[in-house]
């Protein structure tokens, strides 16, 4: 399993990367792993200010169908449109080439209220 330092992560095994003013956000590694072969991304709230804990989109696999829920409060900016060829990337490039959506973060202090690295390891451990 992979688990970038540079991204925090939410217990519903989102995460969120923040550049400038800017964030992507994905699902982790793990979570790929646990839904198998993503084959369908559907995200319908590009331009939406979504709060934390809100459901932004849904991402399906072979076996399922998962709400995806916005780690923080934020607009959604971009949808990766590499996702509607290639579901797949989130599944071989979770942290990179298969980020979900661009947000601009309302409140950067939620932040801190994230999990680090370590912490989403203890977590899935358990």
């Known amino acids: 399993m992979n688990f970038p330092e540079n991204v925090k992560y939410t ?20 979570a790929q792993d646990q839904l ?24 399906e696999a072979v076996k399922t169908v998962s709400d995806l829920l916005m780690p923080v409060d934020g607009e959604v900016l971009e949808l990766n449109a590499g996702l509607e060829e290639r579901p797949e990337l989130i599944n071989t490039d979770p942290y990179g080439e298969g980020w979900i959506v661009k947000i601009a973060v309302q409140s950067p202090q939620q932040l801190d209220e994230l999990m680090t690295a370590a912490e989403y390891r203890n977590f899935i451990a358990q």
């Open 11 to 30: 217990n519903d095994h989102e995460w969120i990367r923040l550049e400038g003013e800017v964030a992507y956000v994905g699902i982790s590694d793990y």
């Open 36 to 59: 198998g072969d993503i084959i369908y991304v559907d995200v319908a709230t590009a331009g939406e200010t979504i709060s934390k804990n809100e459901v932004f989109g849904s991402i």
